[in-house]
C-alpha cells in the first residue's frame, strides 16, 4: 500500500527539483526527506529521481509516474473537503417533495434557486405528491422536507406555515363569469367544479371543501385531474370551473380567464413539513432559506 505521506514529498520534490527547498517546503530536515524518498523508490522498484551533487531531475519512470501521483493525491484532497462540508451540513443529499400547484408559486423557484446556489455540493431531489403523501412520506423517512397544503395529522410530522395563498376562481373565457370583475361561490356552485380525485390526497381538495361548507354553498363535482395543469385544460375546455391558488395565473392558457372572490377568507395554507424531532443541519439551512424569503415576500 502506497504511503500518501511519501507520495507528498515525491511530489514536492518533483516541484522544486531540488531536496533542500522541498525540505523546507515540507517543514523537514533534508536527510529524513531523502530517506523518505528513497524508501518510496524501493517500494515502487525504480528510481524516481537522478541525483547529483549539483542537480535532481526526474527520471523516465517518475515522469510517468507523476500524473498517477499527482492525481492520488487530488482525490484525496477532494475528499477531504467533501467530509469537511458533510460534517459541517453544507454537502449531501436532500430530497423535497412538493404539491404541484406549489410548484408554480415564486416562494418555491425562489428557494430552490437560492438554495441551490448557497450549497452547492448538495445533491438536491425534487419529488412531486399530493400533500396526503407527503405527510406519510417525511413520516417515515423517503423525504426529509414536504411542501404542502394539507395540515399532518401524525405526531412525528412538523409543519411550518410559510404562506397563505389567495384562491382565484379559473374560468373559461367563453363562460358568462368571464364577463364579471369578480366572482362568488354561489354564482360558481351553477357549474361542475373541477377538483383532484377525491383519493388523491389533495391539500387543495380539503381548503375549498371547507370553504364552501363554510359558506354553506353545495359543492357541484365536475371531472378530475391529477395535476394543475390538467385541470386547467379541463376548466379552458370548458368542462367546469375551478378554484385554484394565485400562483396558478402563470399558466398562460388562451382559453381561461382568472377572477377574484368576493369571499374574502378564501385561501390556501402554504405549508413545510419536517420530522417532528431530529432535523438534519441540511433540513436546518433549507428551513432557513426558505422561510427568510417567505419573510421578504
Known amino acids: 500500500m502506497l504511503d500518501l505521506r511519501k507520495l507528498r514529498y515525491f511530489?514536492?520534490?518533483?516541484?522544486?527539483?531540488?531536496?533542500?527547498?522541498?525540505?523546507?517546503?515540507?517543514?523537514?530536515?533534508?536527510?529524513?526527506?531523502?530517506?523518505?524518498?528513497?524508501a518510496l523508490e524501493a517500494q515502487l522498484g525504480f528510481k524516481l529521481f537522478d541525483r547529483t551533487s549539483r542537480t535532481v531531475t526526474l527520471t523516465a519512470q517518475g515522469r510517468s509516474f507523476l500524473p498517477y501521483a499527482r492525481g492520488v493525491?487530488?482525490?484525496?484532497?477532494?475528499?477531504?473537503?467533501?467530509?469537511?462540508?458533510l460534517a459541517a451540513g453544507s454537502a449531501g443529499q436532500l430530497s423535497v417533495g412538493y404539491a404541484s400547484s406549489i410548484a408554480l408559486s415564486d416562494l418555491f423557484s425562489q428557494a430552490i434557486q437560492s438554495f441551490a446556489r448557497q450549497f452547492p455540493d448538495v445533491q438536491?431531489?425534487?419529488?412531486?405528491?399530493?400533500?396526503?403523501?407527503?405527510?406519510?412520506?417525511?413520516?417515515?423517512?423517503?423525504l426529509d422536507i414536504g411542501l404542502s397544503r394539507m395540515v399532518p395529522q401524525?405526531?412525528?410530522?412538523?409543519?411550518?406555515?410559510?404562506?397563505?395563498?389567495?384562491?382565484?376562481?379559473?374560468?373559461?373565457?367563453?363562460?358568462?363569469?368571464?364577463?364579471?370583475?369578480?366572482?362568488?361561490?354561489?354564482q360558481l356552485s351553477a357549474y361542475p367544479l373541477i377538483l383532484f380525485p377525491t383519493d388523491y390526497g389533495s391539500g387543495l381538495n380539503q381548503s375549498?371543501?371547507?370553504?364552501?361548507?363554510?359558506?354553506?354553498?353545495?359543492?357541484?363535482?365536475?371531472?378530475?385531474?391529477?395535476?394543475?395543469?390538467?385541470?386547467?385544460?379541463?376548466?379552458?375546455?370548458?368542462?367546469?370551473?375551478?378554484?385554484v391558488p394565485e400562483c396558478t395565473q402563470s399558466l398562460m392558457n388562451k382559453g381561461v380567464t382568472y377572477r377574484?372572490?368576493?369571499?374574502?377568507?378564501?385561501?390556501?395554507?402554504?405549508?413545510?413539513?419536517?420530522?417532528?424531532?431530529?432535523?438534519?443541519?441540511?433540513?436546518?439551512?433549507?428551513?432557513?432559506?426558505?422561510?427568510?424569503?417567505s419573510h421578504n415576500r
Do not use: M, N, W
Not at 395543469?229 to 376548466?235: E, F, G, K, Q
Open 11 to 38: 511530489l514536492t520534490v518533483a516541484e522544486e527539483l531540488h531536496f533542500g527547498r522541498a525540505a523546507i517546503r515540507l517543514h523537514l530536515a533534508q536527510p529524513p526527506l531523502t530517506r523518505q524518498i528513497s
Open 73 to 85: 493525491l487530488e482525490q484525496v484532497d477532494l475528499a477531504q473537503a467533501i467530509a469537511d462540508k
Open 124 to 142: 438536491l431531489t425534487l419529488v412531486e405528491s399530493a400533500s396526503g403523501s407527503l405527510c406519510a412520506q417525511v413520516a417515515d423517512g423517503r
Open 154 to 186: 401524525r405526531p412525528e410530522v412538523q409543519a411550518l406555515s410559510l404562506a397563505e395563498e389567495r384562491l382565484l376562481a379559473a374560468v373559461s373565457k367563453d363562460s358568462p363569469l368571464a364577463t364579471l370583475a369578480e366572482v362568488s361561490l354561489a
Open 208 to 243: 375549498i371543501e371547507q370553504l364552501y361548507r363554510h359558506h354553506g354553498v353545495r359543492l357541484h363535482l365536475g371531472p378530475t385531474g391529477r395535476q394543475i395543469t390538467s385541470i386547467i385544460a379541463l376548466v379552458a375546455a370548458g368542462q367546469g370551473v375551478a378554484l
Open 260 to 293: 377574484p372572490l368576493v369571499e374574502g377568507d378564501a385561501y390556501a395554507q402554504l405549508l413545510v413539513l419536517t420530522p417532528a424531532e431530529t432535523k438534519s443541519v441540511l433540513v436546518e439551512a433549507f428551513l432557513s432559506v426558505i422561510a427568510g424569503i
